[in-house]
């Protein structure tokens, strides 16, 4: 399993980013406070509509922003998925799973998963 795309909108520091990874070791590089745990904090969102940081959504939202948008394709035994996920607080988040509303949030897990090594 990869995440072969990440495409951040209003996601913590990020007013949009879009990221191209290839199977096997990605190392980020960079200063502290330039946005390395944000990009793996989005990632685990996508697996676990969840953060390893803050128990609620409103953090993970940028600054000023109303909502964030965190979309991941996943590729899994050559089969590719593609995650949406809208983080709006104080309303009901949105998922998307290949493009087609998800029925509750919570059938997009599964999708990516994750192991997280603090
Ligand atoms: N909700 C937010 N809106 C805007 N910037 C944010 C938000 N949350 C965190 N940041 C910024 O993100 C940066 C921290 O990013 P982080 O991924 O933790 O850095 P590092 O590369 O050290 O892991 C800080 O500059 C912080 O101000
Ligand atoms: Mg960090």
Do not use: W
Not at 6 to 23: D, E, I, K, V, W
Not at 75 to 86: A, F, K, P, T, Y
Not at 88 to 99: D, E, F, V
């Amino acid at each position: 399993m990869h995440v072969r795309d990440l495409t951040l909108t209003n996601f913590r520091s990020y007013p949009g980013a879009s990221l191209t990874l290839s199977p096997g070791v990605t190392t980020l590089l960079g200063r502290n406070g330039q946005g390395k745990t944000n990009i793996i904090e989005a990632i685990g969102y996508v697996a676990t509509l969840g953060s390893h940081r803050v128990a609620s959504d409103q953090p993970m939202v940028r600054f000023g922003e109303d909502s964030a948008i965190v979309r991941s394709t996943v590729i899994r035994d050559g089969r590719e998925s593609l995650v949406e996920l809208e983080i709006i607080p104080g309303k009901a988040n949105r998922a998307r799973l290949n493009r087609s509303p998800a029925g509750r949030q919570r059938d997009v897990l599964g999708t990516l998963r994750t192991v997280l090594c603090p």
